[in-house]
């Protein structure tokens, strides 16, 4: 237990030693040298950790993708949960542009896709619930793959700046995109 304990720590020292350094440079520009001197670590632990400075990147998307789970086990409505995907847009919006600016918007759409893919499948079920009907896994599978690629679609070009919506107008929209396509997808399934 104390190995993998200093394992997640020193995983986030380098997570976050990497977020500091793309305040200032590009992705691509970001050494692994300069990290782990950052962290006052050596090179063999941050390779014994991570393959590269892409895996770390990808841990880095992981881990918050975590810690959005976690904080949606309280969200019990679409509107809460769309605010909270965009605030967390909000908050990391810098790192995410430099990942766009970086490796670019498939890639960023693929860090992002994983994360999402767990929001979409907590509005789904809940939706179910809701309606006190169970669809199939395969079609939920379908609705999830749908639902996240279109949201992760639409935030990227939120965030990006090409489309234009303020905050709550995005959330709005998002919201009525789920709450008025859902129920009757759900409801047909087998039709």
Not at 9 to 28: D, H, Q, R, V
Not at 57 to 75: G, H, M, P, Y
Not at 162 to 183: C, G, H, M, W
Request: glycine share 4%; with cysteine.
């Amino acid at each position: 237990m104390k190995h993998e304990v200093t394992s997640t720590y020193t995983k986030k020292a380098l997570s976050a030693s990497l977020k500091k350094f793309m305040e200032n440079k590009p992705f691509s520009k970001i050494t692994v040298s300069e990290i782990v001197a950052d962290c006052g670590l050596n090179r063999k632990t941050f390779y014994y950790h991570f393959e590269d400075t892409r895996d770390l990147l990808k841990w880095t998307f992981e881990q918050e993708a975590i810690d959005v789970v976690k904080s949606f086990d309280l969200l019990i409505d679409y509107e809460d949960a769309i605010i909270f995907v965009i605030e967390y847009l909000e908050k990391n919006q810098h790192f995410l542009n430099c990942v766009y600016d970086s490796v670019g918007q498939n890639e960023l759409k693929r860090f992002l896709f994983n994360d999402f893919s767990g929001i979409a499948r907590m509005i789904i079920t809940g939706v179910e619930k809701k309606m006190g009907k169970e669809i199939s896994e395969d079609f939920r599978k379908l609705l999830i793959y749908f639902y996240t690629d279109g949201m992760v679609g639409l935030l990227v070009e939120w965030l990006h700046g090409e489309i234009k919506y303020d905050k709550k107008t995005a959330v709005r929209y998002i919201a009525d995109l789920f709450r008025k396509s859902l129920p009757p997808l759900i409801e047909s399934e087998g039709k």
